[in-house]
């Protein structure tokens, strides 16, 4: 099957600086990426939808400015947590859906695990 | 809004017993269910995905079923293992939007 890969898996920072995450898809091109928040002990709730290319949109209450989202090539979904506070530690996994493959057909990453000191 | 809920949260049985979890939806024109496991601390690993057009997937001892018209799929694990440890998650894809929704979770432990 497709597969996701993320990275980093794990990150620790400090508060105040700002971590990125890769989303890439190994095998086909992704044309939809999703990006996903999982707080402990809590489900996973979605944050954004990017399209190859275009701005990404937000889930309603999700600060477009501090989850900075890039989607510049069929492979690879970049999300960037700016200036990032103790709060912003979660799990972050993405998923992708690909051009050929059809619409109800996602493929999830294995996740990266954030931790703001 | 569309919602997932699973029943039950949490769920501690002895080892070798069949066992059933539940997940309910509220969108009735959904595309897909997928039910995922997920250990502590790692990522999500996808067992069943069913079909919208299907009523049911079988990967070894795991059964789901799906039943849109009341909004319900169930989780039958056969003969579980203490390797079955893990918060077990479902999902629908949202019709429309291709949008997962995900469930609370249940967080089974199977006992040596």
């Known amino acids: 099957g497709a597969v996701v890969s993320q990275h980093p898996s794990w990150v620790i920072c400090k508060s105040g600086t700002s971590v990125k995450i890769e989303c890439r898809s190994l095998d086909f091109q992704a044309t939809t990426m999703f990006w996903y928040r999982q707080f402990p002990k809590q489900s996973l709730m979605l944050m954004a939808t990017s399209n190859e290319g275009s701005k990404a949109t937000y889930e309603q209450g999700v600060e477009k400015d501090k989850f900075l989202i890039n989607h510049a090539s069929l492979t690879l979904s970049t999300l960037t947590v700016t200036s990032a506070h103790p709060e912003d530690s979660s799990f972050y996994i993405c998923?992708?859906?690909?051009?050929?493959?059809?619409?109800?057909?996602?493929?999830f990453g294995a996740g990266t695990r954030l931790s703001v000191l | 809004k569309q919602e997932v809920t699973q029943i039950p949260a949490a769920l501690s049985v002895p080892e070798g017993e069949n066992l059933v979890l539940n997940c309910s939806f509220t969108?009735?024109?959904?595309?897909?269910l997928q039910w995922f496991r997920q250990d502590p601390g790692k990522g999500l690993t996808s067992l069943l995905l069913i079909q919208s057009s299907q009523r049911e997937q079988t990967s070894g001892r795991l059964n789901a079923s799906l039943d849109k018209s009341s909004g319900r799929s169930t989780l039958y694990i056969a003969a579980s293992q203490p390797g079955d440890s893990a918060t077990y998650l479902c999902a629908s894809l949202g019709s429309g939007t291709y949008k997962y929704i995900f469930g609370t979770g249940t967080r089974l432990k199977v006992l040596a």
């Open positions: 998923s992708a859906r690909g051009a050929g493959i059809a619409k109800n057909i996602q493929y």
């Open positions: 969108d009735s024109a959904i595309y897909n």
